[in-house]
Every structure is written in structure tokens, then in C-alpha cells.
Antibody
Framework: EVQLVESGGGLVQPGGSLRLTCATSGFIFSDHYMDWVRQAPGKGLEWVGRGKSKVERYTTEYAASVKGRFIVSRDESKNSLYLQMNSLKSEDTAVYYC?????????WGLGTMVTVSS | DIQMTQSPSSLSASVGDKVTITCRASQDIRNSLAWFQQKPGRAPKSLIYGASSLQNGVPSKFSGSRSGTDFTLTINCLQPEDFATYYCQQYDTYPFTFGQGTKLEIK
């Protein structure tokens, strides 16, 4: 059974940093693209970034709104995906979901809330 | 960036009805279009990918179609559990983009 479990969310001040983790199980992690998608309170879905598979040498893609501030990485030994978030802004406040990037996003985690506020 | 224009933004329907939600892409995205269902406080759930292919376990009452850059999600015989918000999403070109969502409410 495919499982994705996010952790690491919380309250952080503007300009601060936070690292989210997505622990996965139930599939061959290295074979799959993995994505981060976020949803601000009461708003729609926004794709954040992607960590590509082993075949594509684990390269990354980002939304313009986070490029240069956020970093997607993977640890194949732990079957985990990470999102390092730096220089956080109030507009980064959202629930952050990780998703498996097969046929768009076929499986999603439950999400972790990030609040950027002083 | 590719813009995804979804309509309507909200929709009222009754149990047993058939409804259609439309999504228009600002440029050709081939068949790289997915539909998601989201209920309040829950993670999105994948319904359709490749414009018309059902994800495993999704009932056949859901269907998708494409005509050029216009995409449609049809839901037959609405049941109480189908009332939710629906999103389209293109995954043809980075950055991936979503429609603004359609909130389907019980009439």
C-alpha cells in the first residue's frame, strides 16, 4: 500500500527557514517523480516543485514563486522527500502536501501546515 | 505559464443529477490533464489522468474528455459523497498549473 506522510510543519517567523519531510512506503521510491503541492487557507492548489527520478538524475523543477528560496531533495536510503524552505514569507502560509508524480499526482499525503507569522 | 480556466466556479445540483465541469488550457497541453476531487479538510484525490483515464478504484460514474484545449469532467448520478471541490491540472509543461476549482454543492 502506497503511503506518504508529511512532517515538519509549524509556526515560523518571516525570513525564517523550515524543512519538511515526506516519508514514503509501499513503492520503489527511486523510480518515481515526487512533488510538493501547497494550498493556502481557503484557496486553491499550487504546485511548488518536483524531485525527479533516478533515471533523470534526481534533477528538480520549481514554481517561480519559490525558485531560489525552496529546495527539493531526496534521500533514497530513507525513501524520503524533503522541502527546504528559506526566506519564508507570509504568503508561503499553507498546507503542504507531497504527492507521487505518476500520471500527474496519483497518491497524496495528508499534508502538514506551515504558518509564517510574527 | 499555461493558464487553466475552469468553469463554473460553483455549481448546485441534486442527488441523481449529471453534472459537467469544464477546463480550458491557454495553449496545447495534449492529453496531459488531470482531475482531482477535494473534500473539506482532506487531501485531494486523483480521479482522472491523461484527460480521460480513470485512476485505479475510481468509479466509472466519473469520466473525462478532450476537445482541443477544452477538457470536461462529467459526473453521472450524483451521490452525497460526490459533493466536493474539483480541480483540473495540466502536467504538460513546467510549471504545472491548476484551475481555480469548482465547488459542487447540494441543491
Amino acid at each position: 500500500e502506497v503511503q506518504l506522510v508529511e512532517s515538519g510543519g509549524g509556526l515560523v517567523q518571516p525570513g525564517g527557514s523550515l524543512r519538511l519531510t515526506c516519508a514514503t512506503s509501499g513503492f520503489i521510491f527511486s523510480d518515481h517523480y515526487m512533488d510538493w503541492v501547497r494550498q493556502a487557507p481557503g484557496k486553491g492548489l499550487e504546485w511548488v516543485g518536483r524531485g525527479k527520478s533516478k533515471v533523470e538524475r534526481y534533477t528538480t523543477e520549481y514554481a517561480a514563486s519559490v525558485k531560489g528560496r525552496f529546495i527539493v531533495s531526496r534521500d533514497e536510503s530513507k525513501n524520503s522527500l524533503y522541502l527546504q524552505m528559506n526566506s519564508l514569507k507570509s504568503e508561503d502560509t499553507a498546507v503542504y502536501y507531497c504527492a507521487r508524480g505518476l500520471n500527474s499526482f496519483d497518491f497524496w499525503g495528508l499534508g502538514t501546515m506551515v504558518t509564517v507569522s510574527s | 505559464d499555461i493558464q487553466m480556466t475552469q468553469s463554473p466556479s460553483s455549481l448546485s445540483a441534486s442527488v441523481g443529477d449529471k453534472v459537467t465541469i469544464t477546463c480550458r488550457a491557454s495553449q496545447d497541453i495534449r492529453n496531459s490533464l488531470a482531475w482531482f476531487q477535494q473534500k473539506p479538510g482532506r487531501a485531494p484525490k486523483s480521479l482522472i489522468y491523461g484527460a480521460s483515464s480513470l485512476q485505479n478504484g475510481v468509479p466509472s460514474k466519473f469520466s473525462g474528455s478532450r476537445s482541443g484545449t477544452d477538457f470536461t469532467l462529467t459526473i453521472n448520478c450524483l451521490q452525497p459523497e460526490d459533493f466536493a471541490t474539483y480541480y483540473c491540472q495540466q502536467y504538460d509543461t513546467y510549471p504545472f498549473t491548476f484551475g481555480q476549482g469548482t465547488k459542487l454543492e447540494i441543491k
